[in-house]
């Protein structure tokens, strides 16, 4: 794009229940965005809870970001004020075909709220509002738009399916919806073919996460997987993997960060499979702690199932931090992996091909050397999280005052 100086006015950015643990790459994406010289003012739906992110940047994320529930009651007070603003925006949500009775009175709910960030945008002389959402969060940007709020964009991270109904009446009217795969481009199309649907990867900090220093310490082979713990992420179809090469009498160790509400079904699992003094979880971990179990690995396994998962960024960061990444194949795991040179895909649920491919990576570390080095070249290629807040940022600089 032609060389001009910065837009002064902030971007406002919009993340549902910011921060938690899985939040680490939107505060990279800010950090990013204001490295450019651009202004992020920050917004999030409900605060969630303390305990909810490990991250050192927790504290200040939330002393940035203003919360929109409850609302403030001066902005939903003002609404008597504003009759015709107020009926565009029921307007919208009376109009919204799938979504049954009982949904639309709780998005009327959302109303005050709206009003609350479009006032808080006008605030600040908003320039744009960027959703990470297309689920209620896109709902709230359109009601916000249509109460005198900012132009707004959206990001889709999973299958539309996982974020409700109506998505072409959230769609319609934003600058652009960005996407984290080509494969959901190809959705957003589906239901909004007029709208921009550019692919952004969320990235990785590939200067914090690069190979490890040093020759690998002297223990057997150890598998890491991070996500949370959760049935959809498939942990219990890598520990059996696991199980069939302790049955053949082969040595490795097992690392399982993350936490959620699967916790005692797993350790049920790696009881039952007898992988207890093999397996250690460790709960929710940092960002730096989450690089060090990487360089303590040999692979990384996410065998996720099912719908949800789009470009996970435990396999960036694996990819990063130049190791092999055994993964389902979901969402946008084969745009990010060439299987066979830069990682292995497997197939949902398959226990044998989990096994054969941690078999193959255990038994020739020559091979694991050299995909590790093709997953790091990749990962700086495509996944560096500076270029790709630029293309975001590039994106939002070419509908910025289009209203």
């Known amino acids: 794009m032609p060389d001009r100086a910065p837009d002064p006015r902030p971007i406002a950015y919009l993340v549902p229940e910011f921060p938690q643990q899985t939040h680490a790459f939107f505060w990279r994406e800010i950090a990013a965005i204001e490295d450019a010289g651009a202004q992020v003012a920050l917004f999030s739906t409900r605060r969630p809870p303390l305990d909810a992110c490990p991250h050192p940047f927790r504290d200040e994320a939330r002393a940035r970001t203003q919360y929109l529930f409850p609302p403030r009651p001066g902005p939903a007070a003002a609404l008597a004020l504003r009759p015709v603003a107020l009926a565009r925006a029921t307007a919208y949500v009376a109009g919204l075909r799938q ?12 109303i005050p709220s709206a009003a609350d960030l479009a006032q808080a945008c006008r605030a600040v002389n908003a320039r744009h509002l960027h959703v990470h959402s297309c689920a209620d969060a896109a709902h709230l940007a359109v009601l916000a738009h249509r109460l005198g709020g900012p132009g707004y964009s959206l990001t889709l991270h999973g299958d ?3 974020y409700g109904t109506d998505h072409a009446a959230k769609m319609g009217a934003a600058r652009f919806v960005s996407t984290v795969t080509g494969a959901l481009a190809a959705q957003v199309a589906g239901v909004a073919p007029g709208v921009p649907n550019p692919v952004i990867w969320m990235g990785v900090d590939t200067d914090r996460f690069r190979p490890r220093a040093g020759s690998p310490p002297d223990r057997p082979f150890t598998v890491v997987t991070v996500a949370r713990l959760a049935q959809v ?5 890598l520990l059996r993997a696991l199980a069939r090469l302790r049955a053949e009498g082969r040595a490795l160790s097992c690392v399982i960060a993350g936490d959620g509400p699967d916790r005692d079904a797993i350790l049920a699992e790696i009881a039952a499979l007898s992988l207890g003094d093999c397996t250690r979880l460790t709960g929710a971990v940092a960002e730096d702690g989450v690089r060090d179990l990487l360089h303590g690995a040999d692979a990384l396994a996410l065998t996720s199932i099912g719908q949800g998962e789009a470009a996970p960024v435990a396999v960036m960061e694996a990819m990063a931090c130049g190791l092999p990444v055994v993964a389902s194949v ?3 795991t084969p745009d990010m ?3 066979g040179h830069d990682g292995l895909l497997v197939p949902q649920q398959d226990v044998e091909a989990i096994a054969g491919a941690l078999r193959g990576l255990m038994d020739d570390p020559a091979r694991r050397a050299a995909i590790g080095r093709a997953a790091r070249a990749r990962a700086v290629e495509a996944f560096d999280h500076h270029a790709n807040a630029l293309k975001l940022l590039h994106q939002i600089d070419a509908v910025s005052g289009a209203d």
């Open 99 to 110: 979504t049954p009775a009982r949904g639309r009175a709780r998005l009327v709910a959302l």
């Open 160 to 162: 539309l399916d996982v």
């Open 233 to 237: 992420k498939g942990h219990r179809f």
């Open 330 to 332: 979901i969402g946008g």
């Open 337 to 339: 992996i060439r299987d």
